[in-house]
């Protein structure tokens, strides 16, 4: 296995983590494997709250309503 500047041979025994720590999305500081990709369970709450209350939103695109008069199944005779 070729040595890189982020991993290093395993030692007997060493856990060796899945994913390395990257910067929590709140704060910035190293996130931790328990509250991963947060720092901390703070930080990990202050993300939920801005689920909750709406600030983050997902976008989606509003279809327009189809036209009342006409009908896809209706033959075209009685339109």
Not at 47 to 73: F, K, M, Q, T
């Amino acid at each position: 296995m070729a040595k890189t500047p982020e991993t290093h041979e395993p030692k007997d025994g060493e856990v060796v983590p899945l994913r390395a720590p990257r910067p929590c999305p709140i704060c910035g500081q190293p996130s931790q494997r328990a509250t991963y990709p947060f720092c901390s369970k703070r930080c990990a709450d202050v993300d939920l709250n801005r689920w909750l209350s709406g600030s983050y939103a997902i976008p989606a695109s509003e279809e327009e309503p189809p036209d009342p008069e006409v009908r896809p199944d209706e033959p075209e005779d009685l339109r």
